[in-house]
């Protein structure tokens, strides 16, 4: 018995000399980290002070601080960055849907200013400026080189005022110049109407107004329609939306699902996760939902578009998204600044990040560049053509009703318009008729 006890002793004895060998390791790595991080501080201090004492022209120390921390956040991701008190108040004003500038969505690419997306009726959007593009120059200063923030800073001015900016774009040859006027820019977060018996809502952010204003947007359709049984279906329409709030792309994911997973985040640590459920309850009734993208539907768009196309609750019609699958967290900091870090990744409900990859529609479907003006040739080839009724002295059908023959006459009416917005915009009218052919199939039994 003695010698299982002292055999059993010399084993823990021998157990704590192996973990204090292991352990003393560790622990003098780590320290030598620790130092290694405090050298690196010291070393910042010197340099910010030889800076002030030394360099050709008098600094500002707060702005010295303001640019280092800014350098140290934007060198981990193009998202992260310090908003000093001035940006932080703008950021505010854009989440609730109203500030000043050129109206487009901005991020950083190599050192280029990239356009995720221009915004509806903003001065960006009518001067024909498109996802994708690359500014290079504002009033021919070039932005190689800048935070993305200082960027967008150029770029801001008085409203009214103009400003000059270079584009480079795919398939254009040559860089060119483009010259807008800033202007207020008011964002009108959701908008409704009826094509045909198709209800379209078009969403153009997520801010604070998003989900309110489709909900009534939605709700003033099916009213005017007479009711949820003739509308065919809905077409969420989200091209050249480049996100924002993340609650909002929830509460559009749960407006027309019944259950199931919504989004799930992950961070660094597992603890750190979350997990968004959807709650009972379709502001549709299950009719069928075509969602529309493009390269410039980024971020909250695209959590939107990947729930509802995981669940298989929608066709989504387009082209590949941005593929922004990182979730920014703002942290106030002290003296009303901020600071804006990439805090976690997000996931469709299938387990898929589309972080760099974008959510790939199930039909492709690019919208036409516009034409050059036809000539006489192709002209006279889209003309209508004259039908047997347009003859002098033809026959009449006698084989139907004047109410038959009046429905007929709305139904071709209605193809026509179809036909002229496939000029206006193909990829929607395409959206809606893939709803119309749904539709033709009648209900599942």
């Not at 801010?207 to 049984?229: C, D, F, H, R, S």
């Amino acid at each position: 018995m003695k010698k299982f006890v002292m055999a059993a002793l010399g084993g823990t004895v021998l157990g704590v000399i192996a973990t204090t060998q292991i352990a003393a390791p560790l622990l003098a790595q780590e320290s030598a980290k620790t130092e290694n991080v405090y050298e690196q501080l010291d070393l910042f201090g010197d340099i910010f002070e030889r800076i002030r004492a030394q360099y050709v022209e008098e600094t500002d120390s707060s702005e010295l601080i303001e640019a280092a921390i800014n350098g140290m956040l934007t060198s981990l991701d193009p998202h992260s960055s310090y908003l000093s008190p001035k940006d932080a108040a703008k950021m505010r004003e854009q989440t609730r849907g109203e500030f000043g500038g050129l109206g487009i969505e901005v991020t950083q690419e190599e050192g280029f200013v990239k356009v995720v997306s221009p915004i509806d009726g903003t001065p960006a959007d009518e001067a024909g400026i498109e996802a994708g593009d690359f500014i290079t120059h504002v009033d021919g200063e070039t932005l190689l080189g800048l935070v993305l923030d200082d960027a967008v800073e150029l770029m801001r001015g008085p409203v009214g005022s103009e400003i000059v900016i270079t584009v480079v774009r795919e398939g254009e040859a040559e860089p060119f110049d483009v010259t807008l006027t800033r202007a207020t820019i008011q964002l009108t977060a959701a908008t409704a109407r009826t094509v045909g018996e198709t209800a379209v809502l078009r969403l153009t952010t997520f801010n604070e107004q998003t989900y309110p204003k489709m909900k009534e947007g939605l709700e003033a359709q099916v009213e005017a329609a007479g009711g949820i049984e003739n509308i065919n279906g809905i077409v969420l329409d989200l091209r050249n939306n480049p996100g924002g709030l993340l609650n909002q792309a929830i509460a559009i994911s749960d407006a027309f699902l019944e259950e199931g997973e919504i989004v799930s985040t992950r961070g660094r640590e597992l603890a750190d996760g979350d997990r968004v459920n959807a709650t009972p309850g379709d502001l549709s009734q299950g009719k069928p939902i075509v969602v529309l993208i493009n390269g410039g539907s980024a971020s909250a768009s695209e959590i939107v578009a990947g729930a509802l196309q995981d669940h298989r609750r929608a066709i989504v019609v387009g082209t590949k998204s941005f593929g922004k699958g990182s979730v920014q967290t703002v942290m106030p900091l002290r003296g009303n600044g901020a600071m804006r870090l990439t805090t976690a990744r997000y996931y469709t409900p299938s387990g898929r990040s589309i972080q760099a990859l974008g959510v790939s529609p199930d039909i492709v479907v690019e919208q036409p560049r516009l034409k050059p003006e036809a000539d006489e040739e192709e002209e006279s080839l889209l003309r209508p053509r004259r039908s047997e009724a347009d003859l002098r002295g033809s026959l009449n059908n006698d084989s139907l009703t004047e109410d038959e023959v009046k429905q007929i006459l709305e139904d071709r009416s209605k193809a026509e318009k179809a036909a002229d917005l496939r000029e206006e915009d193909y990829q929607l009218a395409y959206a809606i008729d893939i709803l119309k052919g749904l539709s033709a199939l009648g209900p599942k039994e």
